[in-house]
């Protein structure tokens, strides 16, 4: 518990000192969302949401802070290995998943602190607000977080340049992000995307979201999976995550 305790203040006293990591991770999404959201808004209506598309917009945005959080704080560890701190922290004497749950719930904290920033921005797309919602999408977008910041580990692990990283991340994160919901429904979409988003572990993440943040109005939750089933599958994809890094981090040379 030292060792993750350690790793995760690690994360967190980087984050603080690198301050630009906050203007990419937040202000990246906001202008993606004003942007795209506001243009698509008088031409796109999402079929069976009933919200305009500022609105259907923003949980989807609200995933991509976590994404691009993600991919930030992952990469540090491709960082890590070239600077040779990843190398002392393989030769001392604690489990290599202590070392992976540590960098993971440091990467978690940044990405939901960071989620909870753009979630006061709710009003402003038409998303009412209570105590019982906030609490709700807080622990949807931990564990949304805790998935995408393995799945980025699994991939960092694996390599040694940063562009290697931002190619692999982009060509499977991105695609992940569009195919779960965030940007288009799945109510409409071509045969064989349809059953591309049902296959994505993002899309039960993104249902999660979106039946949090409208909890007991079931307005935009039409067409969507279950509660129960969005957390199972999203609970699921983030063990399996967990697990294949710690794996790797175990066959992985000091």
């Not at 995933?63 to 190398?87: H, P, W, Y």
């Not at 719930?105 to 105590?131: I, S």
Request: hydrophobic share 60%.
């Amino acid at each position: 518990m030292l060792a993750v305790a350690t790793l995760w203040q690690r994360e967190v006293i980087r984050f603080v000192r690198q301050r630009s990591r906050l203007v990419g991770a937040l202000v990246q999404p906001i202008v993606f969302w004003l942007l795209l959201g506001g243009g698509l808004t008088a031409s796109f209506r999402p079929a069976g949401a009933g919200v305009g598309y500022l609105e259907y917009f923003y949980p989807g945005v609200l995933a991509l802070v976590l994404l691009f959080t993600a991919i930030f704080a992952t990469i540090s560890t491709v960082e890590d290995r070239r600077a040779g701190f990843l190398q002392g922290v393989l030769v001392a004497p604690v489990p290599r998943t202590a070392i992976v749950l540590g960098q993971a719930l440091g990467g978690v904290t940044l990405a939901v602190l960071q989620g909870l920033l753009f979630l006061a921005l709710a009003p402003l797309a038409g998303v009412a607000l209570d105590a019982a919602r906030v609490a709700a999408v807080t622990g949807v977008m931990a564990l949304l977080a805790f998935a995408l910041v393995n799945l980025g580990l699994f991939i960092a692990w694996r390599l040694e340049s940063t562009q290697g990283f931002h190619a692999i991340m982009n060509l499977l994160l991105i695609p992940l992000w569009l195919l779960s919901g965030a940007f288009f429904p799945a109510a409409g979409a071509p045969r064989a995307l349809g059953w591309l988003m049902r296959v994505d572990p993002l899309t039960y993440g993104m249902a999660a979201l979106r039946r949090c943040l409208y909890l007991g109005d079931a307005r935009a939750a039409a067409g969507l999976p279950g509660l129960g089933l969005s957390l199972a599958v999203l609970g699921g994809f983030a063990l399996a995550t967990l697990a294949g890094t710690a794996l790797l981090a175990r066959r992985t040379a000091a």
